[in-house]
């Protein structure tokens, strides 16, 4: 596998500051309609973070996407579309190199592993993926000791920080050294809260101070972006290394890439293949992801503002209730009155009008999640399709 590093990119293209995606780097141009999704199923998905492809709706989307501009394979996520996608992420990051990954879990474990080096300690969020959701993989694997912070939030604060660090320096009597502090934004467990950009200015300015490395598990780090107003490249720019997901909102059936420093990503290589993630050919991942990178951005912006002009008309119906999530970015609490049958009206949202509504949690609340689906139908087209499923379920 290749690294690409900035200085050869703009070697190559000529560009010394890129404020967005160049021309060059878009495999073609497209922009939404209400109504239209390019090709796609008009269905707006309030369930996920970009559009859901099934695989015949993939493979029309690949398909035309290689009409447009013919998709180059691929070896061993060495060159093809796959270094196309590198360059993107590298304007994007603002780092000096990247690497493409089968997964999100790869992708933290690898980058924990190397920026610690012989230190065993990782501090990490309680709620964070790298804690909860990769069986174990620092401890198993790599002989990693996961220290969480925040129980039950999406943030932990420098003082927080230091405190857990200092108790375990004086209690511990065999130091083993802190490798890494990890930190995920936006927490998907905490329904995509932000992790304050305050509080993260703050420990990576001690961190740089006390030698430590930091970690971003950025997977849905475009979509906190978009919401905060806080460029991707800014976000970056506090850590050592850096994950974004390919297929959370990019579109793509699975991926990842970890972008960081030179000397750190060129390891990443020999690593991934002896834990198994090389693959042979990865130009349908990298194409799809590609394609939804170019105008990203703007695409998501305009379903926010879509959005809110959205849920203030939803919030005018007496059978329905639509709250923000403090330091929320694309969730947020949808309740029903009591007495509508819940599961009737979904049902009918997604077979009759093409809106799919997730289920009801334990609390009550469905996460009504936002995303670029949301511009393939009319704000009013979706407020009447809720109307009559609501009357609908009552006949």
């Keep these: 596998m290749q690294d690409f590093t900035r200085r050869d990119f703009f070697k190559i293209s000529g560009l010394s500051v890129l404020p967005a995606l160049s021309p060059e780097l878009s495999l073609f141009n497209e922009q939404y309609t209400d109504g239209e999704m390019n090709g796609q199923e008009e269905r707006v998905y309030f369930v996920y973070d970009g559009p859901l492809y099934k695989p015949s709706s993939y493979i029309e989307k690949l398909k035309k996407i290689s009409e447009a501009s013919p998709i180059e394979q691929d070896f061993y996520a060495e060159g093809g579309v796959v270094d196309l996608l590198l360059k993107k992420f590298l304007l994007l990051t603002g780092k000096e190199a990247a690497v493409l990954m089968p997964s999100g879990t790869m992708a933290n474990q690898l980058a924990i592993h190397v920026l610690s080096g ?132 990019l579109g793509a059936a699975g991926g990842a890439v970890l972008c960081g420093d030179k000397n750190v990503i060129d390891k990443m290589h020999h690593l991934i293949k002896v834990h198994g993630g090389s693959i042979f050919s990865n130009w349908a991942n990298a194409a799809m992801a590609c394609w939804h990178m170019d105008g990203f951005d703007a695409r998501l912006k305009s379903a926010i503002t879509k959005s809110k002009e959205l849920i203030t008309l939803l919030n005018q119906l007496t059978e329905i209730k639509i709250a923000p999530i403090a330091s929320g970015t694309n969730m947020y609490n949808f309740s029903f009155t009591p007495g509508n049958d819940i599961t009737k009206i979904r049902t009918l949202l997604r077979e009759k009008y093409n809106i799919v509504l997730g289920m009801p949690r334990e609390d009550g609340f469905i996460k009504l999640t936002i995303n670029e689906t949301l511009l393939v139908q009319d704000n009013q087209k979706i407020v009447a399709a809720f109307k009559s499923a609501i009357k609908e379920s009552k006949t």
């Design 118 to 249: 012989d230190n065993t300690k990782v501090f990490v969020q309680e709620t964070s993926h790298v804690y909860r959701d990769e069986g174990d993989a620092a401890q198993s694997v790599f002989n990693k000791r996961l220290i969480p912070l925040a129980k039950g939030a999406h943030a932990f604060d420098l003082q927080e920080l230091q405190q857990s660090m200092e108790y375990y320096d004086k209690e511990e009597v065999f130091k083993s050294g802190t490798g890494v502090i990890s930190i995920e934004n936006p927490v998907r467990r905490c329904d995509g809260q932000a992790f304050p950009i305050e509080e993260i200015k703050k420990i990576a300015a001690w961190s740089k101070e006390k030698g430590y490395k930091l970690h971003l598990d950025g997977a849905r780090l475009m979509v906190a972006s978009a919401y905060t107003g806080i460029p991707v490249a800014e976000y970056s720019s506090y850590f050592d290394t850096v994950y974004i997901s390919l297929y959370k909102y």
